[in-house]
T-cell receptor, first 113, second 114 residues
Framework: DTAVSQTPKYLVTQMGNDKSIKCEQN?????MYWYKQDSKKFLKIMFS???????INETVPNRFSPKSPDKAHLNLHINSLELGDSAVYFC????????????FGAGTRLSVL | AQSVAQPEDQVNVAEGNPLTVKCTYS??????LFWYVQYPNRGLQFLLK??????LVKGSYGFEAEFNKSQTSFHLKKPSALVSDSALYFC????????????FGAGTRLFVKA
């Protein structure tokens, strides 16, 4: 039973399209995160939600909009996709905001053509 | 501002030998420190963390790390490397004095040769 699951695993799309990535955790954790890993494997946090409340909002384009319908879900919607958005996006969760991301999903590989 | 450095892009070690993957950090307050491993085409897996207490932290798969406050280091170690340990290792730090952002190092690729 996967702790942090994200869908889809692969996403190939054209520039200018809008797409969403879904994430769910079944650990009962309060905090969820989105990270972006670029082609050089560098990881950078994008957003963090604690009990559905936005806690961390890094300097990402406002084309990226996270949505947390409940504390078990944190979805990522991306408008007007650009070539530079191609990356692997990881969802993660932790018991609370103080713990740091402990459990990661398998990642969504986004390719913008 | 907090930062974390992994000075080696790659570490090569023979199977059965001890391994060390280095990490140094900079925070304004007390750090939370983490190590993660990433296997090819997989998500990150948590290995261990230091929050407080004993400077030597034991984690998954036989790994351990030593927190050294004076040297601001948190090196990952294992007494005897396995070929299956070959992966990408990330050190991460969170500054506890405000803000909840965890910063990751650039990663160190570990190759264990049979």
């Amino acid at each position: 039973d996967t702790a942090v699951s994200q869908t889809p695993k692969y996403l190939v799309t054209q520039m200018g399209n809008d797409k969403s990535i879904k994430c769910e955790q079944n650990l009962g954790h309060d905090t969820m995160y989105w990270y972006k890993q670029d082609s050089k494997k560098f990881l950078k946090i994008m957003f963090s939600y604690n009990n559905k409340e936005l806690i961390i909002n890094e300097t990402v384009p406002n084309r990226f909009s996270p949505k947390s319908p409940d504390k078990a879900h944190l979805n990522l919607h991306i408008n007007s996709l650009e070539l530079g958005d191609s990356a692997v996006y990881f969802c993660a969760s932790s018991q609370d905001i103080g713990q740091g991301a402990g459990y990661f999903g398998a990642g969504t590989r986004l390719s913008v053509l | 501002a907090q930062s974390v450095a992994q000075p080696e892009d790659q570490v090569n070690v023979a199977e059965g030998n001890p391994l060390t993957v280095k990490c140094t950090y900079s925070v304004s307050g007390n750090p939370y420190l983490f190590w993660y491993v990433q296997y090819p085409n997989r998500g990150l897996q948590f290995l261990l963390k230091y929050i407080t207490g004993d400077n030597l932290v034991k984690g998954s798969y036989g790994f351990e790390a030593e927190f050294n406050k004076s040297q601001t280091s948190f090196h990952l170690k294992k007494p005897s490397a396995l070929v299956s340990d070959s992966a990408l290792y990330f050190c991460a730090v969170r500054d506890t004095t405000g803000g909840f952002k965890t910063i990751f190092g650039a990663g160190t690729r570990l190759f264990v040769k049979a």
